[in-house]
């Protein structure tokens, strides 16, 4: 019977009711998230204080105030960490299907490599990289 429905043309085709259960699903998930954070804003404790409401970092008093500006080349360090980061993770599905790919995995794999070491040396070269 499986057999006979799986290649019946008539039954092969998606209409809108095939979808029903993933609106279901959709609809339930964001319902219980939605009123776990009502109901427990509503029946949770709601007692406030002075020393309650205070600032509280790994055991030290907070001096001053947390608004205070940052140099660039810290958020530019931190942006290029991530950028090649997230490059060299895909040399890892390479590695393991090295065999597979033969050699235009290969050329593909040398064509990365030499993109990621020009916008490594251009970085390099306009010395994002150092301190003053």
Known sequence: MAYFLSKNPKF????????????MQLILAVG???????????????????????????GIE???????????KYFLVAILFVLFDVEVIFLYPWAVNFKDL???????MIIFMALLLVGFFYIIKKKALEWE
């Open 102 to 108: 033969g050699i235009e995995g290969m050329l593909k």
């Open 12 to 23: 092969m085709q998606s209409d809108q009711y095939s979808y029903l259960p993933i609106l």
């Open 32 to 58: 219980f998230v939605v009123g776990t954070i009502i109901i427990s804003g509503k029946l949770g404790p709601k007692r406030t204080s002075e020393v309650k409401d205070k600032n509280f970092e790994c």
């Open 62 to 72: 907070s001096v001053g105030n947390a608004r205070i500006p940052f140099s660039v």
